[in-house]
């Protein structure tokens, strides 16, 4: 049995006087993969964001509701955000490798918690490569710049940096929608290989790729919920109207 780690319950949204996020309650559970899809605009990202508090840093935003994690409310006052996207890493669209070296972009969060032995930080910086699947490309020189390399490259080191902090769910927003097939594929399979250790939620718009890796699948329209279950269901048998609608390309 797969452990809930996330759960969301009833909750709203709002930019200002727009309201984004219209009640979602949904849970999220480890060892899996669960996909967020649905039309430009209809607040996949807005969601993820909501999980770490990554939208807190918007100006104008109001919050109902409860996001579970760890037995508390993320929302709770005393929640300590940083130590929360420890726990809860993003990975963006964009590859946003910082403007220094491999080795570095890995380290970093490791050396502003305070970790000083090298032996161990090298340890780590290795064992998170490896995971993201990029090791190989890099070992000889995690001393270049990561701006140096590949989209593609870039992202996975990006997976590898969040990797390193040791979270237990891994938001990704879209991340090889800027990258060719072949990037995309060693993402997709990392992902694949991740899924036994962490908790994966991810945005994509691409439904093949949903289709491909996630174990759940949810449909938002409008700020709105109106599906979620296992994909293979969401993919062959909707329950409902809309859903079958988007996936079978009538909209969106
Ligand atoms: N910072 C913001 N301020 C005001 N409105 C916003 C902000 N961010 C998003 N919105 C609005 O909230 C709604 C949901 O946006 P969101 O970015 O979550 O959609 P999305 O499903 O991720 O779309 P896409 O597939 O294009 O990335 C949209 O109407 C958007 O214009
Ligand atoms: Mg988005």
């Known amino acids: 049995m797969n452990e809930q780690i996330v759960s969301t319950e009833n909750v709203h949204l709002y930019y200002g006087d727009f309201e984004a996020l219209k009640g979602i309650s949904m ?11 649905g039309p430009s605009g209809c607040g996949k990202s807005t969601y993820l964001r909501l999980i770490n508090r ?12 409860k996001v579970n994690y760890d037995g508390k409310n993320v929302y709770d006052e005393g929640t300590d955000t940083v130590e929360l996207r420890k726990k809860i890493g993003m990975v963006f669209q964009q590859p946003n490798p910082f403007p220094f070296s491999i080795y570095e972009n890995v380290a970093y969060g490791l050396k502003i918690a305070g970790m000083k032995d090298k032996n161990k930080i090298d340890e780590i910086v290795e064992r998170s490569l490896r995971k993201a699947a990029i090791w190989n490309e890099v070992k000889d020189k995690l001393d270049e710049n990561a701006l140096a390399l590949s989209g593609g490259q870039q992202q996975r080191v990006c997976i590898a940096r969040v990797l390193a902090i040791e979270p237990d769910v891994i938001l990704l927003d879209e991340p090889t929608s800027a990258l060719d097939p072949i990037s995309s594929g060693k993402i997709e399979r990392m992902l694949e290989e991740l899924k036994k250790e962490y908790t994966i939620i991810i945005v994509t718009h691409n439904m093949q790729q949903a289709s491909r890796i996630s174990d759940r699948t949810a449909f938002f329209l409008d700020g ?8 293979r269901k969401i993919f062959t048998n909707p329950e409902k109207k809309e859903t079958e609608d988007y996936i079978s390309g009538r909209f969106g």
């Open 27 to 37: 849970e999220f559970y480890d060892n899996q993969i669960t996909a967020l899809i």
């Open 54 to 65: 990554m939208n807190d840093l918007i100006p104008g935003v109001k919050i109902t509701g």
């Open 224 to 231: 709105n919920l109106i599906e979620v279950d296992d994909t």
